[in-house]
């Protein structure tokens, strides 16, 4: 049976027989299962960020800075986006394959390599 490419997309492709990203190629013969992790961003920076905004506003003098602190801070934690990461699981263990800010193609990409699974069952 030829190979077939069920997704060729940013650098990354999955066949029926191989999953290729960047600098990494895996058999898809020993996949047994894939999933998606949300690491969510931390917002340890942002919140210190504000902390510092309100503080220096409350104290009067510091108005001006306290207030570009507080947007700076506010800003930083709207921002921020999680990261999405593909995870092939197999009899040796998991591996953290891709990771994108971009869920949609994250899904995609989790799509295609749950079709060669089935397909190869």
Known sequence: MAEQILL???GVMVTSSRFI???????MSGVTS?????????IKVPLILIAIGVIAGVAGK???IGGIFLIAGIAWWILQK????V???SASGEVEALTSKD???????VEALNETIVARE
């Open 103 to 109: 869920s949609n193609f994250i899904s995609r990409v």
């Open 34 to 42: 894939v999933k998606t992790l949300k690491h969510s961003p931390s």
């Open 87 to 89: 995870v092939l699981s």
């Open 62 to 64: 510091e108005a001006i």
């Open 21 to 27: 990203v960047p600098g990494e190629t895996y058999a």
């Open 8 to 10: 060729d997309e940013s």
């Open 82 to 85: 999680p990261k999405y990461t």
